[in-house]
């Protein structure tokens, strides 16, 4: 069976750190991997998807970057955190190709800038 | 511009009746729709779906019904059970096959 695994489930970091958020997924090959976040009060928001290794789509214009160094991580980053980062970050997962295939959702991690 | 849109942000349903989660739309290109139910700190699970060539779909306690010319939908939860306290998002494919969400539902249900 596949899992996709989120780390840290809980951070707090300052204004102008940097952050690493990690995602991986087990049990399947060439997944399409997704980066959401979910601000207080506001639906899910997809910040980056990938649909192989160093492909990745950035959906919002922001001080964040993903990469995919391998096929089954997914690594969001920022050189400098905004208080506006606060939120739910959420990793996700779904099988490689078209049509749609149903999405599958990390713990995610609650990131708070202070 | 909010393309799913979830009005109610909270619904409070006794145990044993049924909820009813509403989410309009405003792009007629839309024609495939799906909800997902969110614990806290958890990552949101996969509930219902929907195709734009059905107006209806159930699956056990759960029914999801689609009003294409009203550019409608609804979720029915019957009977409600304590269980099905959390947050539902609707969310809709676009032409991308990426999902458009909406700000969610918190259903509680109360005993």
């Known amino acids: 069976s596949q899992t996709i695994h989120q780390w840290p489930a809980t951070l707090v970091q300052p204004v102008g750190s940097p952050l690493s958020l990690e995602c991986t997924v087990e049990?399947?090959?060439?997944?399409?991997l997704y980066w959401y976040r979910q601000a207080a009060g506001r639906g899910l928001q997809l910040l980056f998807y990938s649909v192989g290794i160093g492909q990745i789509s950035s959906e919002v214009p922001q001080n964040l970057s993903a990469s995919r160094p391998q096929d089954r991580q997914f690594i969001l980053s920022s050189k400098k955190l905004l208080l506006s980062d606060s939120g739910f970050y959420l990793c996700a997962w779904s099988k490689g190709g078209l049509p749609y295939n149903e999405q599958f959702f990390g713990p995610g991690t609650r990131l708070t800038v202070l | 511009d909010q393309q799913v849109k979830q009005n109610s942000p909270s619904l409070s349903v006794q145990e044993g009746r049924i909820s009813i989660l509403n989410c309009d739309y405003t792009?007629?290109?839309?024609?495939?729709f799906l909800w997902y139910k969110k614990y806290p700190a958890e990552g949101p699970t996969f509930l219902i779906s929907i195709s734009s060539i059905k107006d209806k779909n159930e699956d056990g306690r759960f029914t999801v019904f689609l009003n294409k010319s009203a550019k409608h939908l609804s979720l029915h939860i019957v009977p409600s059970q304590p269980g099905d306290s959390a947050v539902y998002f609707c969310a809709a494919l676009d032409s991308n096959y990426q999902l458009i969400w909406g700000a969610g539902t918190k259903l509680i249900i109360k005993p």
């Open positions: 792009n007629s290109m839309f024609d495939y």
């Open positions: 049990g399947t090959s060439n997944p399409n």
